[in-house]
């Protein structure tokens, strides 16, 4: 959908360059297309952020301290399965609606793009990682899974299937022939079968 004219240049050029950024990659975008994008001229891209670094850097503020997303509330009940599934839910849905900026980040890093990236995964998803780490902390201390198991460790392992699948999911030729919510359930019964007392070696 189009900027709105109406609005004002600055929220127009951080509008325009998140989609700019998003098709053209960070080295491909140019401070010509962004505002052509816009719908202003390049100086007045120069006079608002002087940069693309700068503008880029602004875009990715966007979604930092005081944009972030409220920390994620996971069940904790009886049933790990159910609550695993609803993490994964929560997990998907938050990448799913940043996946534009996060492909960008994740396909082109450059040393002066490192530190948007890790600010970025830092606000939308440390909170989903600690989230996960502190209910399989209290799966361990109700018995649910074993005392051996290094939550942190395998947290982010299961983040990391999570994050393929859905990176995977995005990409038009490389789409998986089963369905997410398989995918998913697989996830979790994999994730269980690791963790659970059942999954002890003996």
Known sequence: MATSERAPARQR???AAARVFARDGLSG??????AREARVNEVTLFRHFGSKDKLLA????RVLPGHAPEPPAIPCTDDLAADLAAYIEIY??????????VRTLIGEVQ????RHERE??????RPLKEALV??????????QIRRSVPTEIVADHLKGML?????RRSAPHARPDYSAEDSFAAAVELFLYGVERRGERR
């Not at 602004?58 to 503020?61: A, G, L, M, S, T």
């Open 58 to 61: 602004e875009v990715v503020d």
């Open 13 to 15: 050029l951080l509008e």
């Open 92 to 101: 998907s849905s938050r990448l799913r609606d940043n996946l534009a900026l």
């Open 163 to 167: 994050f393929t699948d859905v990176l």
């Open 120 to 125: 970025v995964f830092r606000c939308l998803f």
């Open 134 to 143: 502190a209910r399989l902390e209290n799966a361990r201390a109700a018995g």
């Open 111 to 114: 040393h002066h793009h490192v």
């Open 29 to 34: 975008a140019t401070t010509r297309a962004i």
